[in-house]
């Protein structure tokens, strides 16, 4: 599912920080960043909607596995291997596997988290302007994993959408081959329209 495992990663740092997220500069490629110019200084609401590796990469540095691990089963989903690196808890490297329906349902229960706030205020950003800017309102978050079917792709793009950020109706889950989230994004947006337009 790759970055769609942030926010909850997120979650595991706030509670052993108290919720008081760090500042970072995110330098691009230099930093580890998939972004090569970088996104600058960021926080955690900005390193969401952007979905910033540079910054999680250091966030994960500062969590235990315990945490994601009781975090990961708080919203009911599987945990990552014990033996994964803390790259793993950012969607690097493609070793947290999930299923499609119990990612859905994670985000199902993140919104009506209220230690959540700054994560759902990410992901409307992320609908908004960050990489799901295609969608232009509600809830996004986007990831892009490692292709595990034939043919090969350099990777699939993921977007976890719903349709407003306030009590929203509906969530989609959507994959679209050979293509980064941001990309997936764009086929959410259709799929949003005609779920709300009915064309």
Known sequence: ????????????????HAFRYPEFVCRGTESGCWLPAGHGKVGIVEAIAHSCNAYFDALAAEVRFEDVASEARRFSIAPPPE??????????????ELRPEEMLRAFVALLADPRADMVRSG??????????????????????????????????????????????????????????????????????????EGR
């Open 1 to 16: 599912m790759g970055s769609l495992v942030k926010p909850f990663t997120a979650l595991a740092y706030g509670k052993s």
């Open 83 to 96: 033996e994964a690196p803390p790259a793993a808890y950012v969607g690097r490297q493609g070793l947290w």
């Open 123 to 196: 992901m409307q950003e992320c609908a908004r302007h960050g990489t799901g800017h295609a969608l232009g309102e509600g809830l996004a978050k986007t990831g892009t994993a490692p292709c595990s079917h034939q043919p090969k792709a350099s990777g699939d793009g993921f977007v976890i959408a719903f349709d407003r950020a306030t009590a929203p109706r509906y969530g989609l889950l959507v994959r679209v081959h050979g293509v980064p989230g941001a990309e997936a994004a764009v086929v959410a947006a259709q799929m949003m329209r005609v779920i709300r």
